[in-house]
């Protein structure tokens, strides 16, 4: 069990590094009761939204409210800042002449940077709605141990080390029974890595 579920939080870090997505099924939304996050469904999301859903090729069979974001199939993060880069950068590329998809492509590929031969170190931290030990404890450990394994990738320019300051990636707790394990939001369009990823203690029974 702690493997899956190690295996699990490896895919949510992998999400806030390269942008992807995954389909989860969802119950009826329902207020959670930690961390004032509440999760509603959309009827009629925010145009910006699925411009940025049809560009990345995302389905999103469910669309809701996460906050003041949006939460994609259950377990994708997108942000209000991300939909402002995102439609930046297409008005910024539909307003010259010559480009095509392909190199339209490359601008928006949405992957952190990093300088050749030049180890990038991003940090992390796990806010205090993330138990750290008894009940849901295990999560710190499980989302520890996929970040370490990433760092024993060879020849990768990615680094990420745990802090209790600045961070790059937060990693909270929230409590749904209508949602998936856990949510991350991918990299912003500017480099960087997705600064938000959510585990739902709902399924700490699973731990």
Known sequence: MKNLFKNFIGVTILASVI???CQTEIDEPKALNENEIFIEK????????ISYMEYFGLKGKSIEKFNNDFLVDGDLLITNQDLSI?????????????????????RFQNIVSYTP???????YKFASSVPISGD??????ATTAAFNEWNSIRNSS???EPTTGVADIEIS???????????????????NPGSQIYINTYYNYLL
Do not use: C, H, M
């Open 117 to 123: 031969n030049v180890i990038r170190r991003i940090k």
């Open 158 to 160: 990615l680094y990420f």
């Open 86 to 106: 995102f439609t930046e950068k297409k008005r910024d590329n539909e307003g010259k002449k010559g480009l095509t998809s392909e190199n339209q492509q490359y």
């Open 136 to 141: 849901g404890g295990q999560w710190r450990t």
């Open 19 to 21: 942008l992807f997505g």
């Open 173 to 191: 707790g929230f409590f749904s029974s209508g949602s998936g394990i856990a949510a991350a939001q991918g990299p912003n369009g500017l480099g």
């Open 42 to 49: 959309i009827e009629n999301p925010d145009p910006r939204l």
